[in-house]
């Protein structure tokens, strides 16, 4: 290796002779200086690059992905009249397949040093969070201005029941605007702070619950595969910005000094045996409950679910025969509880019951309305997907044949 000394030291008698070199301390700084930059010149750059690709391409790829989703979504929501869906989807396609073309690209130059990699990273970074920021901004501006959580006054009126997992958490989240303007309130903020390099581990504290929380929800809630897939994309995007804070998050959470006071204990069994208590203790106390239990195990006297009463003999009259019904027990509800449900919808009866396996007696009482008094005692017959029913309430003879039946649906 040949390395060029600055002139003193060519022109010293000691360099020329067979003693060591004399010089200061400046002269020996800048030599070492020389020698540590020819020596990283003759080192093959092979492994930086192969890291450095696979960092990049990922940049590229994220972002491409983010720019094009939410072109899409932004385009079918607000300008699907001008802006045609296939359209939409092949330009967003077409966002994608530029970023993967470019990331070879970066590659190619950055072997031939033609390119500033750290800078181009730094605004394909920047592209990845505008992305980001951009849409998350417009759902919660959306949010704000009755764009999500409205379900129509009509379809209010059915029962729950007849509800998609979809539409009953769109109803439950739309009951309270306060709610929803909060939501929005902390996306809009979150999406500004990301826009801040010294406020974007902040925004991604911020935003990441929510966006988590919104995965969950669109998972177990059935969301379309459309929002589903965007909120996968939003967090993929922020956990590649809170990797890239891991050296600093780790300090932070497992290598700073705690300042508290702590507990002394001779015994660390006993100090992990108290920690888990908060976890172990309320468990035991749950399934160790004989009240409860019907309610943790989903242990049922008899088969819960909702029963259409197909004959009713009240005093050995059939009711079915009556020409008003307003008043008739049309449907049983089991459960914990029993319900007995009336044509009239602002009429029913609720109790609690019991079920003796033996006799094959069940025995309720009704704690609504509370003037109810004529408690049902009657035996049980079972059959497939349906139980007769027959005995006294009050003071009156009733024998009902039940048939369970699925929750009705409604368009």
């Known amino acids: 290796m040949k390395v060029s000394l600055p002139a003193p030291l060519l022109l010293s008698s000691d360099y020329q002779s067979d003693k060591p070199v004399r010089t200061d301390r400046s002269e020996r700084k800048h030599l070492s200086s020389i020698l540590l930059l020819e020596d990283f010149k003759l080192k093959p750059k092979e492994n930086m690059e192969k890291k450095s690709f696979s960092k990049n391409a990922f940049a590229c790829v994220l ?139 902040l925004a991604l504290f911020l935003l990441l619950p929510v966006m988590v929380n919104i995965i969950l929800i669109d ?19 922020m956990l590649y910005f809170l990797f890239m804070e891991y050296d600093r998050l780790k300090a932070f959470f497992f290598l700073s000094k705690n300042d508290l006071p702590s507990i002394k204990m001779n015994s660390n069994l006993l100090r992990n045996g108290l920690r888990f208590s908060v976890v172990i203790i309320p468990l035991l106390i749950i399934i160790t409950n004989q009240r409860l239990m019907p309610f943790t195990f989903r242990k049922m006297p008899l088969p819960e679910g909702r029963y259409e009463v197909r004959q009713l003999f009240i005093n050995q009259k059939d009711m079915n025969d009556m020409a008003c019904r307003d008043s008739v027990l049309t449907t049983v509800y089991l459960e914990h509880d029993v319900v007995f449900g009336f044509n009239h919808p602002g009429k029913r009866m609720i109790g609690l019951y019991t079920y003796d396996t033996n006799t094959r007696q069940i025995k309720a009482i009704w704690h609504y309305p509370r003037n109810r008094r004529d408690t049902l005692i009657a035996t049980v017959s079972e059959g497939e997907n349906k139980l007769i029913i027959d005995g006294k309430m009050g003071t009156e003879r009733v024998r009902m044949e039940l048939v369970k039946t699925a929750a009705p649906k409604y368009p």
């Open 219 to 237: 998972y177990y809630f059935e969301i379309p595969i459309g929002p589903s897939v965007q909120a996968l994309i939003h967090t993929a995007g």
């Open 63 to 201: 972002a491409g992905l983010m720019m094009g989703a939410t072109f899409m979504r932004i385009t079918n929501l607000f300008f699907s009249e001008f802006v045609p869906r296939l359209v939409a989807i092949g330009l967003a396609v077409l966002l994608l397949l530029s970023a993967i073309v470019f990331s070879f690209v970066w590659y190619r130059r950055e072997k031939n040093n033609t390119i500033d990699s750290s800078r181009t990273l730094a605004w394909w970074q920047g592209l990845l969070r505008y992305g980001i920021a951009f849409d998350l901004s417009t759902i919660g501006w959306q949010k704000m201005f009755h764009l999500q959580f409205v379900t129509p006054i009509g379809k209010l009126d059915n029962p729950f029941s007849s509800f998609s997992l979809t539409d009953l958490m769109w109803a439950f989240f739309g009951q309270s605007y306060a709610f929803t303007v909060v939501i929005g309130l902390l996306q809009i903020t979150g999406a500004l702070l990301l826009l801040f390099s010294r406020t974007r581990l």
